[in-house]
């Protein structure tokens, strides 16, 4: 069996038996213009110059994440733009603090009109359902700002110009290198991967496999790997418990480093 390093060569075999990359890609980007729900963070690809997703084509695209959704206890009509939901361009403290407790409901997208699919209900009744397809223009996040590179600044939470900023962060080196086909090929778990971790991770005792740190008083901070790089594999012999800097330490997974959670382990943990 020939072996396939590369992106490319691999891209070149799928088309090669009838699956269309460019339709995939196609299909892909639509749905992301609209919004596409993600479970958690971990989804994205986070960096210090914004939020990022990867194309079935291997392209990366910029994102922002937003809620989309909200109920509301007056009349909207005398709302004002603050009153809805803010947009997010980092993984900013708001998202870091959200609480567990009221579900993840965060989605992405990379539509540069500032506009955003956003339903909201009074009454029992979606308010202005004819907009939302048209979209939303909602504030950027007020932490998120903060993290902005100065030259963005001055721009307001209100105004911001988030098209320009695409445009900014296009053909920009943001230090990430795509060589070999586990590095360009979005990361698709299976639907329970959730609970397969949880199992896991419970039998292992909440011990970490590489350092023997014990985490169940801290359990987001021990991560279930796949030892194979593949993640449609969840044989427990393919499965390894690892802390978030064992983790970060596996081939392929140094990106792990620039999560907060990574931060915040090293500083209570120390590095293992």
Same mark, same amino acid.
């Given at each position: 069996?020939?072996?396939?390093?590369?992106?490319?060569?691999?891209?070149?075999?799928?088309?090669?038996?009838?699956?269309?990359?460019?339709?995939?890609?196609?299909?892909?980007?639509?749905?992301?213009?609209?919004?596409?729900?993600?479970?958690?963070?971990?989804?994205?690809?986070?960096?210090?110059?914004?939020?990022?997703?990867?194309?079935?084509?291997?392209?990366?695209?910029?994102?922002?994440?937003?809620?989309?959704?909200?109920?509301?206890?007056?009349?909207?009509?005398?709302?004002?733009?603050?009153?809805?939901?803010?947009?997010?361009?980092?993984?900013?403290?708001?998202?870091?603090?959200?609480?567990?407790?009221?579900?993840?409901?965060?989605?992405?997208?990379?539509?540069?009109?500032?506009?955003?699919?956003?339903?909201?209900?009074?009454?029992?009744?979606?308010? =202005?359902? /004819?907009?939302?397809?048209?979209?939303?223009?909602?504030?950027? &996040?007020?932490? $998120? #700002?903060? !993290? +902005?590179?100065?030259?963005?600044?001055?721009?307001?939470?209100?105004?911001?110009?988030?098209?320009?900023?695409?445009?900014?962060?296009?053909?920009?080196?943001?230090?990430?290198?795509?060589?070999?086909?586990?590095?360009?090929?979005?990361?698709?778990?299976?639907?329970?991967?959730? =609970?397969? /971790?949880?199992?896991?991770?419970?039998?292992?005792?909440?011990? &970490?496999?590489? $350092? #023997?740190? !014990? +985490?169940?008083?801290?359990?987001?901070?021990?991560?279930?790997?796949?030892?194979?790089?593949?993640?449609?594999?969840?044989?427990?012999?393919?499965?390894?418990?690892?802390?978030?800097?064992?983790?970060?330490?596996?081939?392929?997974?140094?990106?792990?480093?620039?999560?907060?959670?990574?931060? /915040?382990?090293?500083?209570?943990?120390?590095?293992?």
């Amino acid at each position: 069996m020939t072996e396939i390093n590369t992106f490319t060569e691999l891209r070149e075999i799928i088309e090669k038996i009838g699956i269309s990359v460019a339709e995939q890609t196609s299909q892909f980007l639509a749905a992301l213009d609209a919004g596409i729900g993600i479970e958690d963070e971990n989804e994205l690809l986070a960096t210090g110059k914004g939020l990022f997703d990867i194309a079935p084509n291997g392209d990366l695209h910029q994102l922002a994440i937003f809620i989309n959704q909200s109920n509301a206890r007056e009349n909207p009509a005398h709302w004002s733009a603050g009153n809805w939901h803010k947009f997010h361009l980092y993984l900013c403290r708001t998202i870091k603090d959200y609480p567990p407790s009221r579900g993840y409901r965060y989605k992405k997208t990379n539509n540069r009109q500032g506009r955003f699919q956003y339903i909201i209900t009074y009454n029992n009744i979606e308010y =202005k359902k /004819a907009e939302r397809v048209r979209g939303i223009r909602l504030n950027l &996040c007020k932490n $998120c #700002h903060a !993290k +902005l590179p100065a030259k963005w600044r001055h721009y307001g939470v209100d105004n911001f110009p988030i098209h320009e900023f695409y445009q900014a962060g296009a053909g920009i080196d943001f230090g990430i290198k795509f060589e070999y086909d586990c590095d360009q090929i979005p990361v698709l778990y299976p639907s329970e991967w959730k =609970k397969v /971790a949880q199992n896991y991770k419970e039998m292992k005792q909440w011990r &970490c496999e590489s $350092c #023997h740190l !014990k +985490l169940k008083n801290d359990k987001q901070y021990l991560h279930a790997h796949h030892s194979d790089g593949n993640p449609g594999n969840n044989a427990i012999a393919n499965l390894k418990a690892l802390c978030i800097a064992c983790h970060a330490k596996q081939e392929l997974h140094q990106h792990i480093e620039q999560l907060h959670d990574y931060k /915040a382990f090293i500083k209570r943990y120390g590095e293992r």
